[in-house]
């Protein structure tokens, strides 16, 4: 039997679980990935995430190759190219690693109708999280709403041999006589990448940071995880988004590192706590589809939103006048990734100061982070804006200014990312004295964070109360 395997967002050849029980089942086999207009045209998706993908495919065929197993990367529209492909070379099963988003599903569902009316098989498997949303369900059945006791079960529920790992793929049996025509790529674009140094792609590049986390920043990860100004955290999710390195190599990876080395425990334990975040958040969409959209609450549903474009505009560029979000809008916008603690920050500002829509900086987000993730995305803002499931309570406003201070505290961060700030001592960097702001052509606050806080607490509680009155 002819097997071809789908690659999508599973970029990797290890641990790779449709792949591994293709390969069981044939013969023969060859490899796709359909570069789909809806996914990655200019206008979907950014030069950066562009170039990441790209370079995870070109990793991805290298590999192939060494192998000699063929890899065709298509421009078109999966559920045409697919069946072709599978018509002209007579292949009979196709596999991939299932999506939950709705336009996954949607693509999937076309694919595999017109694969099966044809007589052909399709073999598919969760790959990207340990467990699938019905696998983690409260002593009622029912899905989880809030993170706490869904991370318990989840605990309760995870076992460390399950943790499939060596699935290499190792055989050369590839389809005779596929044609694999040269790509020409999916950057250069508007040259916004030009001179950036990003994150290489790849399956290799993911291993080495995942080692060298084990091996260095994971002890002090509990400790300084909040902190942008240090580089202390795995910088792991463009790997886990693009599927460079497998879910279960991570959490194999990490228990292993504790057994080795007991001291790593608690940081060790915290990580996990995020990657369970992640499965978290993905259970939500997979459950509830129409968060893309809706909030998860209907509480805040009338909510008013201001939805000020010059606001928006400022909040984009980086251009408020409070260091720290402006810091973190610029590194979005230089590398294609934030600090977890300053998303949560810039993410605060948007819904809560300015009363922006939270779904306005979640589609500026997915645009332009390497790791945008719909699921997590939508999770993080959701959260932000205290619409989502374990959402901040809306009465708890973050103060930029003094998040700043507390996370950044001698204001390398800051300084790092806003050059008008360079020269400026720790003290001030966080609240630059308005005297000096047009000296060196920074902003003026967007805001009075205060009266900010005070509307967006009257708009929320006014929202709360209209939703009240109305069930
Ligand atoms: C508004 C907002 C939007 C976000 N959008 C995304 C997104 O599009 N894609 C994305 O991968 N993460 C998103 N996050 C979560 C988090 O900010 C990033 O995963 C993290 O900063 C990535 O850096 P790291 O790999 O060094 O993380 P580490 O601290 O090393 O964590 C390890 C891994 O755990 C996962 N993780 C960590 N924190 C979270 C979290 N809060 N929610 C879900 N997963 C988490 C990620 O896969 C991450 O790579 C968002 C958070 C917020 C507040």
Request: one cysteine or more.
């Amino acid at each position: 039997m002819r097997g071809i395997h789908w690659f999508r967002n599973d970029l990797r050849l290890e641990d790779n679980r449709s792949l591994a029980l293709m390969l069981n089942r044939v013969e023969e086999w060859a490899a796709v990935f359909v570069l789909d207009p809806s996914l990655v045209e200019p206008s979907c998706v950014s030069e950066k995430r562009a170039r990441f993908l790209e370079d995870c495919l070109r990793h991805l065929d290298t590999k192939l190759s060494e192998m000699q197993i063929p890899f065709i990367v298509l421009r078109g529209r999966p559920e045409n190219e697919i069946p072709r492909l599978m018509h002209r070379y007579s292949v009979s099963l196709l596999s991939y690693n299932e999506s939950v988003t709705p336009f996954g599903r949607r693509r999937d569902g076309k694919v595999k109708r017109t694969v099966e009316k044809h007589g052909r098989q399709i073999l598919s498997a969760r790959d990207d999280v340990i467990f699938s949303a019905e696998e983690i369900r409260s002593s009622k059945g029912t899905p989880y709403a809030v993170y706490t006791p869904y991370r318990n079960t989840w605990w309760r529920r995870f076992d460390e041999k399950g943790l499939s790992r060596h699935t290499r793929v190792d055989r050369r049996r590839s389809i005779p006589g596929v044609e694999c025509p040269e790509w020409d790529g999916i950057s250069p674009r508007d040259g916004t990448s030009g001179n950036v140094s990003l994150p290489l792609g790849g399956e290799r590049e993911a291993r080495c940071r995942l080692d060298r986390f084990l091996n260095e920043d994971v002890r002090f990860y509990g400790r300084d995880r909040d902190r942008p100004d240090l580089d202390a955290t795995s910088r792991l999710s463009p790997y886990l988004r693009f599927g460079c390195i497998s879910i279960r190599a991570c959490f194999a990876d990490a228990t292993a590192a504790v057994r080795a080395e007991p001291s790593l425990r608690n940081g060790v334990e915290k990580w996990l706590d995020e990657l369970i975040w992640r499965e978290f958040y993905s259970a939500v969409l997979e459950d509830n589809p129409r968060v893309l959209r809706e909030n998860y609450r209907s509480e805040f549903d009338s909510l008013a939103w201001r939805n000020s474009a010059s606001e928006f505009e400022a909040w984009c560029t980086g251009q408020t006048g409070f260091p720290l979000v402006d810091a973190g809008m610029r590194q979005l916008l230089e590398t294609g990734w934030m600090h977890n603690r300053v998303r949560m920050v810039v993410a605060s500002f948007l819904t809560k100061d300015l009363l922006i829509d939270w779904r306005e900086g979640e589609r500026f987000f997915f645009e332009h982070l390497i790791d945008g993730d719909p699921s997590s995305n939508n999770g993080g803002w959701q959260w932000a804006a205290s619409t989502g499931t374990d959402a901040q309570p809306y009465f708890r406003i973050f103060n930029p200014t003094k998040q700043g201070e507390r996370w950044d505290p001698n204001g390398d961060y800051v300084r790092r990312w806003v050059p008008e700030l360079r020269n400026w001592s720790s003290s001030s960097v966080h609240a630059p004295p308005h005297s000096e702001r047009s000296l060196r052509d920074y902003p003026e606050p967007i805001v009075d964070h205060s009266e900010r806080r005070v509307e967006a607490l009257d708009s929320f509680r006014r929202a709360r109360e209209a939703w009240r009155d109305s069930s």
